[in-house]
């Protein structure tokens, strides 16, 4: 066991590195992980929630500033690309199973992107949203780079996109698949498929939990939903507030 002082040395040289960071978001989800076992998995014991739980506590009792935690995080943050890229593997080992399925699949996607999109604009609107805010919401179902890119197009703020994007992420993973089996659709493609959609990474990372299948049905629907968001939301949401005007 590491004595008192050489726990402050350590803490004193990680703090004057970035390396603090990196091993926060390592440390924080190495536990969330441990602790989403302990629960068996439950869905209210979603990793990611509880991560940024873990971080966001430390950042506020340690009075640290994200600039300088993300000085180190973002190590953690560039491997985001390589890892999407990395969703094309169990894609093309369901390549067949994609091709016999596209016509339902395009139309799934068609229907939840415009959705996703038309709802939560009209929700905000009819809520007495600002037109900023209801921007912001309009792209919160897609990927966070897409989302953020589309809502500042759009006018919105992209940083409460980003946050967005994580709660509506989180939400959905943590409810789809409680939905799923109330509405009784056992299919691993039809459950990835929905979560890939509505809940982007977050969901697509609960879907490779119920197997290769259900994560790479997710993996397509995440990419083709930001495709797609990034196409007509643009046009689709001033004229769903052209509705509301």
Known sequence: MLELHELTRFWVYLSASPLLGLTMT?????????????FKGAPLANPVAISIALVVAVLWLSGMSYQRYFAGAQFVHFLLGPATVALALPLVRQLPRLRRAFAPLAAALLIGSVTAIVSSVA??????????????LGPKSATSPIAMAVSERLGGIPALTAALVIGTGIFGAITGPWLFDRLRIASPAARGFALGLASHGI?????????????????????LNGALTALIAPWLVPLVMEWFA
């Not at 536990?31 to 076992?37: E, L, S």
């Not at 929700?123 to 912001?136: C, W, Y």
């Open 26 to 38: 390592l440390c924080a989800y190495l536990a969330a992980h441990r602790i989403t076992r302990f």
């Open 123 to 136: 929700v905000a609107l009819l809520l007495d949203a600002t037109p900023e805010l209801a921007a912001t």
């Open 203 to 223: 969901g697509t990372a609960r879907a490779f939990q119920g197997g290769a299948e259900m994560g790479a049905f997710a993996g397509l629907a995440m990419g």
